[in-house]
């Protein structure tokens, strides 16, 4: 599994080493709302031609809330993105993959998604992918700002614990999500 990884990590690395070798213009983003949920996250993003370009970007959240609270993940999403004008200005549209794993319990989410995970943990990983959305304000020559949203399918495999920071697994299961699976709010700097 550990070679696995080490393999992924060095065949995303050489990718984004080509790409950036062609690319003429190369842009280090953050998503706002996903780093004010103290999940630090970051993404570069490769113009790719004209009118295409090709983003990474993950978030790792690894911190326990309290003995009781914790929403430690991880998260990569690759996407492939067309814009209508020009690389890095006004709308495109994108395909996206994404992946990570998940250990949450005692946490109360908003809007009332996923109630059980109030008083129970969930353990385990999640993969799939989507259409995207977006528009980019160019509001200097080195600051852009970005809003994108995503709709798509995951494939959600867990295990559900009846306690929130201990026990044996209650169920073992799947679950397959259809609904938004992205949501940002970037600053964006063009190197």
């Known amino acids: 599994m550990m070679k696995q990884k080490k393999l ?8 984004l080493a080509v790409f950036c070798s062609r690319a003429q213009k190369v842009a280090i983003k953050t998503n706002i709302p996903y780093l004010a949920t103290s999940t630090p996250n970051l993404a570069i993003e ?6 295409h370009s090709f983003s990474i970007g993950g978030g790792w959240q690894p911190w326990q809330f309290s003995d009781t609270k914790k929403l430690k993940h991880w998260l990569v999403q690759p996407e492939l993105r067309y814009w209508t004008c020009e690389t890095f200005n006004g709308h495109f549209f994108g395909i996206h ?3 990570g794993q998940f250990n949450a319990g005692g946490i109360k989410l908003p809007f009332g998604l996923f109630p059980s995970l109030r008083d129970n943990r969930y353990q385990g990983w999640a993969a799939g992918g989507g259409l995207s959305y977006g528009y980019q304000w ?3 020559p080195r600051w852009n700002f970005e809003l994108s949203v995503g709709v798509g399918y995951l494939y959600v495999d867990y295990k559900k614990y009846e306690c929130r920071e201990c026990g044996k697994p209650v169920e073992k299961s799947h679950y397959n999500y ?4 992205k949501a940002a709010i970037s600053l964006i700097y063009c190197l």
Not at 8 to 15: F, K
Request: hydrophobic content about 60%.
């Open 8 to 15: 992924l990590i060095v065949s995303v690395l050489l990718v």
């Open 46 to 51: 490769v113009a790719t031609g004209d009118k």
């Open 97 to 99: 993959a994404l992946g």
């Open 138 to 140: 160019v509001m200097s």
């Open 178 to 181: 259809i609904g938004p699976t």
